[in-house]
């Protein structure tokens, strides 16, 4: 079976500081993308980063990064300067190759920044 | 502003009864994904469809249908609701190739139907 695990429920970390969010995937697949997603308390699911499974160069985008390790099928978002408007749920997700592109969730992290 | 609208965002409804709601895809979409994000349950596929065909299936309950029409705008049809449906529903929209970008899925704002 295919399954995303987020070992951390929550996390906090001070404004401007650095917090790595921890992602690890179980698949047979070897082609495949991964995504964070935020969900800030609006609701709304926005992406955040996203990864291609046959690019060994690490996604970035701005204060955000991912550590992809594929053969440990691991997939890790750090967040650089946070800031108290990435408080938010973050799930790591990933679509395999093939017709169905569905998303395979995490249960998420909840992030919160203090100022 | 991701580019995919729904509508409504919020449905109060009573235990029996039937709703449907509605999602626009970005322009360009072919790819329609629904999604039911309840607390208890997290985030679940429901159903796809690629250019008004369905391509996949979730976990989608028997009482609940969808379609995706020729324009691309996509409808889920929620019937003899239950207390338990009361949850966010997604609607989210990709390209649908497997080139680069075209697999991201962009979501809509969602609709909160609470069934009482």
């Known amino acids: 079976a295919q399954t995303v695990t987020q070992s951390q429920p929550e996390m906090s970390v001070q404004e401007a500081e650095t917090v790595t969010l921890s992602c690890t995937y179980d698949?047979?697949?070897?082609?495949?993308?991964l995504f964070w997603y935020k969900q800030p308390p609006s609701r709304q699911m926005i992406l955040v980063i996203r990864q291609e499974a046959y690019k060994q160069q690490n996604a970035t985008e701005n204060r955000f990064s991912v550590n992809f390790q594929k053969a440990a099928k691991s997939f890790s978002l750090k967040i650089s300067d946070s800031q108290l408007g990435d408080t938010a749920m973050y799930f790591c997700?990933?679509?395999?190759?093939?017709?169905?592109?569905?998303?395979?969730w995490g249960l998420g992290t909840s992030l919160a920044v203090n100022p | 502003d991701s580019g995919v609208t729904q509508t409504p965002k919020h449905l109060i409804t009573a235990t029996g009864q039937r709703v449907t709601l509605r999602c626009s895809p970005r322009?360009?979409?072919?790819?329609v994904y629904w999604y039911q994000q309840s607390l208890d349950q997290g985030l679940q596929f429901l159903i796809q469809?690629?250019?008004?065909?369905?391509?996949a299936k979730g976990n989608i309950l028997e009482r609940f249908s969808a379609q995706q029409f020729p324009d691309l705008h996509s409808e889920l049809n929620l019937s003899s609701l239950e207390l338990g449906d009361s949850a966010l529903y997604f609607c989210a929209s990709s390209e649908g190739g497997w080139d680069s970008g075209k697999e991201t899925q962009y979501f809509g704002p969602g609709t909160r139907l609470l069934v009482l």
């Open positions: 322009s360009g979409d072919l790819s």
């Open positions: 469809y690629y250019n008004g065909e369905e391509r």
């Open positions: 698949t047979s697949e070897n082609n495949y993308y």
């Open positions: 997700a990933f679509t395999p190759r093939g017709n169905n592109r569905k998303l395979i």
